[in-house]
Structure formats: structure tokens, C-alpha cells
């Protein structure tokens, strides 16, 4: 049986070992640590988390929620691991990182099928089919190699976020649709500032708290088009105004002329239910963007879908490179997996890798790759990647404005859909994929479906019916 290769034993290149094997399939895995450790890793066990050590919600009615249901149907090492690790965090999936991180490596460590590599891969190797899940940290020859595979001349190396807002939670009274350039009026909502607003808003933004750096940060040096907003914001009153908050060919139509200073936000995806704040990029503390940002008129009950950042980040334009399988375009006996295909999250690396492991099986297996369905947590996340707009790409969690084709309803009606949808969707994918999943993994997915109905109800009971309505 033909064998797969992976490099990187991170939460994507792990799940992707751990899928492909316990479906028989021969699997060598190049790990560099602990031979050669990054700037940021500590340790030479698989899955290190780097970061923060929490793995989100598991309220299903939250989006990392509904990918972690998604993610237990489909049978997530990543998953039960962190389930094994689990500490006290309330509503959020904490975990013990070492533990979490020796589960893993013992799994797999454990299994016949896999072959472990204590190598640095400098080169892109001939092996076929190939999963790359070197993650955020790749080495430059790797990147390089990687930008030559591609035809692309550069990858990004630094994460410039900007906060993304749920359409639904902004005030459109005080909001209004215009392009600067006469482009398209109905892709930028503006918020308009007076000059007392902006004075307000420029004052909180430059005293607010900031995220310190990890120490493989502390030296990076930004391009000026990533500067945080806050240290554009420092050199001077006017800065922002002549930056990312010029009013210049935005009047306001109910004073017929241009404001003090404009915020602009650009719709995210092509249902317009989800926005970004253009050009803030932040290293603000997530509390302080949200008491900041909702300074802006407009935004003062927005919720969040993402949060700005600006960190140490290596990413391919996955819209230029990737399909929604995660294949390369132009090699599609290659995926990229993991943070280095452009997801943001622990378990959204983890489910690249999933979705890496099975297509390498139906590659292997003379069949044609898959994507996940467009209407789960899961395929909606690789469908932006895929299909987003490369002029503007960035990193993204999984969040509900990336769900299509959904309803018009209230907010809790709407994720009722949402869950009920997703779940019912991937089940009846799993089915139609039967060559990916035993009878007993499609059995063990339907018995955890019939637990969804006695949730909604929970949930109806906790915010009210009167919200159903």
C-alpha cells in the first residue's frame, strides 16, 4: 500500500498522522523536535501548544462549540486528547498542555503504520502524496521552498489582523454604504466620527492595554503596513485621519458632506453577515477592543468574530493556492494543513489536518479528494480559504458569518438552525463518503445527533422563548 509523508507533528500534522493510520495507510512523519526546537516550542512532544492552552467553547451553539461536535463525529485525536487533559475552565475546553501534548505522542507513537522522522525538511521532498503541516513557525528553506512549489513569490510572514463584527450586531442607523473609489457602494459600511467622537475614541485607543509579545516576538520588526493602529495612532493626533480613518470621498449623506473622520468596515464574506474594521490591526488586549472599538458609532453592541492582531505568522494566500480540499493547485498530490494553510485556531488546524488525512486516503485509494459539505462548521471555514477574495486575505477561526444559505430568523433561532443543519449535513456526508468511515463511525455519529434535540431545548429554556419568536 502506498505510503503518505507529512512534515510537522503539530495539531494538524498529528490528526492527519492519526486519521491516515488507523485507516491502515503507512504514514512518515518528519518532526524536527526535539532534535532542533523553533523560538517558540519547548518541549519534543507532538501538539506542543505554544499559546494559550485553551481550546475555546464547547457550547454547540457557539461556533468552536459546533466544530468540536463536528470534529467528535469524525473521530479527532486532537479532540480526545484534549478531552483527556481537561482542567476546570467553565464553558471553554482547558487542558493540561503536557499531558494533552504526551497523550498525543504516545497515540501515535503507539501505532504500527506510522514511521517518525526526527529531521528538519528544508526542502519540499518528492514524496507523494504529501502533507505539509510545518505550521506558523516554518523554517525559511522550507517557506522557500514552498514559494517555488507555489509560483508564488512571497508568503506572508506576520499576521495583520483586523477585528471582524457580526453584520447583525451593528446599528445601520448610524452606518452608511460607500466606496472611496465608486468601486462598489454596497461592500464598505461606513461609520462616521465627529470630531468629539474622535477625539474620544483616539484618547481611549492610545491609552489601552496592549498584549505583550511572546519572546520569539519581542525583536520582529513590522512592515509599515502592518503597524498596529495604536502606534499609528502615536505619531500624532492626525495620523489616523490621514491613514486608515481618512474621510476623503466618503460625505455622509445626511449632512451632504465628508465627516471629521470615517471607520470603514468591508464585508467579509458575499452574504454581507460578516464585517472587518479596515486597517485595524491591533495588539490590543481582546477586552480592550472591545470597549475601544465600541466607541465607534455604530459598534457600540457589535460582537466579535475575530479579534485584531498583529504576531509572527507564516501563511500561503490560500485563495490563490489552495482548493477547498486543501490540495495545491498546481500539485495536487500536495496539502497544505494547519496554520500554514491559512486557519486561525488550535482545532481549526486540527480539522485541516483531518480533512488532509482523508483525502490522502482517497488519493491513495485511486479516488478523487472531497471537500467537506459547504453547510458544516468545518466546510464553511476551507470554503472561505478557497473562495475569499486573495486581494485581502487573512487568517480565520470558524465563526457562524460564515455559514451560507442560512434563514432569515432571530439570533437564537438562528443558531439553532445552524447547529441542527451542520450536524444533520455531516452525517449525511459521512454516508455519501462511505469509503471514509466504518458503519460503526457512522452509527457512533448518529448516536451523538440524537443528543442535539434535548440541547436545543436547554438552550431555549436558558435564554427565554420569547427570543424564538
Known sequence: MREVTIIGAGLAGSEAAYQLAKRGVRVRLFEMRPRKLTPAHRTGLFAELVCSNSLKSMDIFNAHGLLKAEMDRLDSLILKAARHAAIPGGKALVVDREKFSRYVTETLKSMPEIEIINEEVERIPEDRPLIIASGPLTSESL???????????????????????????????????????????????????????????????????????????????????????????????????????????LPDPRIGREPFAVVQLRRENAEGTA?????????????????????????????????????????????????????LKKQPLIFIAGQLSGSEGYLEAATGGLLAALNSYRIVKGREPVPFHRHTISGALFRYMAYSNPRHFQPMNVNFGLMTEVPKLPRTRRKIFLVEHALSTLIEWMKENSDLFSGAEIARAEELNEAVPEKVREYLARFGRDRWK
Open 143 to 249: 517557506a522557500m521552498s514552498l514559494m517555488e512549489i507555489t509560483g508564488e513569490k512571497y508568503l506572508s510572514f506576520y499576521d495583520a489582523l483586523s477585528p471582524i463584527v457580526d453584520a447583525d450586531s451593528l446599528d445601520m442607523t448610524k452606518l452608511y454604504f460607500k466606496d472611496r473609489y465608486g468601486w462598489d457602494d454596497q461592500s464598505y459600511l461606513n461609520a462616521p466620527m465627529t470630531e468629539e467622537e474622535y477625539d474620544r475614541f483616539y484618547e481611549a485607543l492610545i491609552n489601552a492595554e496592549v498584549h505583550k509579545p511572546h519572546d520569539f516576538e519581542k525583536d520582529a520588526k513590522y512592515f509599515e503596513g502592518c503597524l498596529p493602529i495604536e502606534e499609528m495612532a502615536r505619531r500624532g493626533r492626525d495620523t489616523l485621519r490621514f491613514g486608515p480613518l481618512k474621510p476623503v470621498g
Open 275 to 327: 464585517y472587518s474594521l479596515v486597517g485595524f490591526q491591533t495588539q490590543l488586549t481582546y477586552p480592550e477592543q472591545r470597549r475601544v472599538f465600541r466607541m465607534i458609532p455604530g459598534l457600540e453592541n457589535a460582537v466579535f468574530l475575530r479579534y485584531g492582531a498583529v504576531h509572527r505568522n507564516t501563511f500561503v494566500n490560500a485563495p490563490k493556492v489552495l482548493a477547498d480540499t486543501l490540495q
